[in-house]
């Protein structure tokens, strides 16, 4: 009851269109949306859904896969190609893999299985109508904010140099609310501004210059309060796309800074933080001497702390791999001058090792989550599976793996009905969880689930067996067990042949 007041709440600035063919179906949660959504259209087909959304776009769609003149799948595409970040949710009572990886790959919000449970329904309502909340609030938050740096640049030029003081207070107050809103680079800017500092004393620059390139290092991500949620909080590997979002950061910093007097000598350092000596880099693709000797500084700087800090989907390096590095890009991602002096600089240092990127509290557990666990099970999902394998690349340990394949799994569905499936599915993960609470469980293909740990275990369960006996021996177990090392996995698509 909380969550739908909650949702209800949300609903009251929120449209939806629902596109189903089946007319009952289509009435009956048509009238349950209406009570919750400020506005709710229908279309019984994906050819009149589109046009209704042409005509007037919606906040949610909500949509069938199979359906006459144009299915949902059809129609999610051409909707993601006038909005690509439309939040559309996939109403299915199919388990084909082709339609699940169409979807995947259209970046669908999220799926709804037939016949449709209306607590699960809330449950995946409130996570959207909660990402367009915040959403929105975000872009109130920048649209102020942008007003708010205005509004204090003109003050600036007026005030005496205490209050411009107080003016940097905010502005590293605003580096301080990136940093909270992305637990996973917390003191990032910390290390990369004292990093900056000690290899420019190093060389011999002033100790006003020396100042000014640690400035710059407190506030080189600044430009990152403009990125979406979605791409700063995702703690894994970005894709090509979200890279491209997130290098935006840079000139979104140095444009915001250079408007301010004090900030812009240090705006341009900012500006080229991500260069390259060779060229490659962005956003300018500037080379060589035309980079600022500061900012050929902070290149190293920052690359070194990315080396040396873990990440979800990568291992930090060692001290001395890290030190290796700076001189094997020497002149081609880094000065030769400033990584040669960066070397001598960091080889005695101690580096802090406890700089992880594992949840803390209660609220970063649901945010990690939400990134890594299958909303039906509650088990790992491949995002996580893959992340798996590129954490234990450069890991010594064995890792032991057993997949459960569950044959004949559609058939029991379609004899049983869907909600048994779900139901099977969730209480054999609840088992391998309560039998095996030093493993990993991940759910992979629907029906298939793949049982990771640091030391062998057997996973033949007595209980699954019984669990799989009441399916009128319709349902066929198969284990398989190996070693990742022995059987050289080292990707997810390594396990193909397994399944």
Not at 140 to 151: A, D, G, P
Request: charged share 30%.
């Amino acid at each position: 009851m909380v969550l739908l007041k909650e949702l209800k709440k949300l609903g009251r600035e929120i449209s939806v269109l629902y596109v189903e063919d089946d007319i009952t179906l289509l009435e009956g949660v048509a009238n349950y949306l209406d009570l919750v959504f400020v506005k709710v259209d229908t279309a019984i087909n994906g050819e009149e859904g589109l046009k209704k959304y042409d005509k007037d776009n919606y906040d949610i769609v909500i949509t069938d896969i199979q359906m006459p003149k144009m299915n949902g799948i059809e129609m999610a595409k051409a909707i993601k190609e006038i909005n690509p970040n439309q939040e559309i949710l996939i109403t299915t009572a199919f388990s084909e893999t082709h339609y699940l990886l169409k979807a995947i790959e259209l970046d669908i919000s999220g799926y709804i299985v037939k016949p449709i449970d209306f607590n699960k329904i809330n449950t995946t309502l409130y996570k959207v109508a909660s990402r367009i909340y915040m959403q929105r609030e975000n872009i109130s938050y920048k649209t102020n904010l942008k007003k708010m740096i205005k509004e204090k640049t003109a003050q600036n030029t007026a005030l005496q140099m205490e209050k411009i003081d107080n003016y940097e207070q905010t502005l590293l107050s605003l580096v301080e609310m990136v940093e909270r809103r992305d637990t996973y680079t917390g003191g990032h800017s910390q290390r990369v501004a004292k990093y900056s500092k000690m290899i420019a004393k190093a060389m011999g620059f002033s100790k006003q210059e020396c100042e000014l390139v640690y400035r710059a290092g407190i506030l080189h991500d600044i430009g990152k309060i403009e990125t979406p949620d979605a791409v700063l909080l995702n703690p894994g590997k970005l894709d090509e796309f979200q890279f491209s979002i997130i290098k935006e950061h840079v000139s979104t910093g140095a444009n915001m800074l250079k408007k301010i007097p004090m900030y812009k000598d240090l705006s341009k350092i900012i500006a080229q933080h991500h260069e390259r000596y060779d060229g490659r880099g962005y956003p300018a693709k500037v080379k060589g001497d035309e980079i600022l000797p500061l900012a050929r500084i902070m290149i190293v700087a920052d690359a070194f702390d990315a080396m040396t800090t873990n990440r979800i989907y990568k291992s930090r390096m060692s001290k001395s791999d890290a030190l290796q590095e700076l001189s094997t890009f020497s002149r081609t991602q880094f000065d030769p001058e400033v990584a040669k002096c960066a070397i001598n600089v960091f080889k005695d240092m101690e580096l802090d090792k406890d700089i992880f990127q594992l949840p803390l509290t209660y609220i970063e557990e649901k945010k990690f989550a939400f990134f890594f666990e299958d909303q039906l099970t509650g088990a790992h999902n491949k995002t996580y599976l893959e992340l798996m394998f590129v954490q234990n690349k450069n890991n010594d340990e064995t890792k032991y793996l057993s997949i459960l394949l569950l044959h004949n799994f559609t058939k029991y569905n379609k004899q049983y009905g869907w909600n048994s499936g779900d139901l099977l599915l969730k209480q054999i993960v609840e088992i391998l969880t309560n039998e095996h609470k030093e493993c990993c469980i991940f759910r992979l293909k629907g029906d298939d689930f793949i049982v990771s740990s640091d030391k062998y275990v057997d996973i033949h369960s007595p209980k699954i067996d019984e669990l799989l006996s009441k399916t009128n021996d319709i349902i066929q177990l198969e284990i398989k067990e190996f070693t990742a090392e022995d059987e050289k996995i080292k990707s997810l698509n390594d396990l193909k042949k397994f399944l």
